[in-house]
């Protein structure tokens, strides 16, 4: 079984610069969730994808977009960087069954730097 | 809206002795709870669920009971091991959130165990 996966593992971005940030589910999952994780705090929610529809956003402005396709991969895009986007970016999967319990699994992390 | 609470660290013990990580939490609905442990350099790892009041859940020696009149999922071990430093994380799911598995997360508290 294969774990969630992101790329890329890291990067650096110039203010003002897009950026797009990949992951692929947990094989048989079909719900993406991505989190912000400034250093020294807990994950936010950013939002949620199921069966390729946004299904929940939390409290990010739109230039914070995603997508999903149909293998149930995900992109999360961010336009006009800002030096606070600046974050570690966790990718969760989840089954649609497991929908309710909130049992997640995470992926490693895209460390992005805005200089 | 929903919160997580938990104790600020770091906590520094030593090796063998007993842990309790404080966490109480605010939410809307009737929530599942969640410990989540972050190892340096890595990402967020499940490691215990209750999903109702009064349940207990267990795993690699750590515990925590679901107390609804508390409102608090408060983490115990009874003989830490230098391998369990790491970023602990309290988390809650509540159903009544537009994005069912949705997680909202503490602050994290970091452990620091000393031979």
């Known amino acids: 079984e294969t774990g969630v996966t992101q790329s890329p593992t890291h990067l650096i971005k110039t203010r003002g610069q897009q950026v797009t940030l990949r992951c692929s589910s947990q094989?048989?999952?079909?719900?993406v969730s991505w989190y912000q994780q400034a250093l020294g705090q807990g994950p936010q929610f950013i939002f949620q994808y199921y069966r390729e529809e946004e299904n929940g956003r939390g409290n990010f402005p739109p230039r914070f977009s995603g997508l999903q396709f149909p293998n149930y991969s995900s992109e999360l895009n961010v336009n006009a960087l800002e030096l606070d986007d600046s974050a570690l970016y966790l990718c969760?999967?989840?089954?649609?069954?497991?929908?309710?319990?909130?049992?997640?699994?995470f992926g490693p992390g895209t460390r992005l730097t805005v200089t | 809206g929903n919160s997580v609470t938990q104790m600020e660290g770091p906590v520094t013990l030593s090796e063998e002795a007993f842990l309790t990580i404080n966490c109480t939490y605010t939410a809307t609905g009737y929530p599942s709870l969640f410990w989540y442990v972050q190892y340096p350099g890595e990402g967020l790892q499940l490691l215990l669920k209750?999903?109702?009041?009064?349940d207990k859940g267990s795993n690699k020696g750590f515990e925590a009971t679901y107390r609804k009149e508390t409102t608090s999922f408060h983490l115990e071990k009874g003989s830490v091991q230098v391998s369990d430093s790491a970023v602990y994380f309290c988390?809650?799911?509540?159903?009544?959130?537009?994005?069912?598995?949705?997680?909202?997360f503490g602050g994290g508290t970091r452990l620091m165990v000393k031979p």
């Open positions: 969760a999967s989840s089954s649609g069954q497991l929908a309710g319990s909130g049992e997640q699994y």
């Open positions: 094989s048989g999952h079909n719900t």
């Open positions: 209750a999903t109702k009041a009064d």
């Open positions: 988390a809650l799911s509540d159903p009544a959130n537009n994005a069912g598995n949705m997680l909202t």
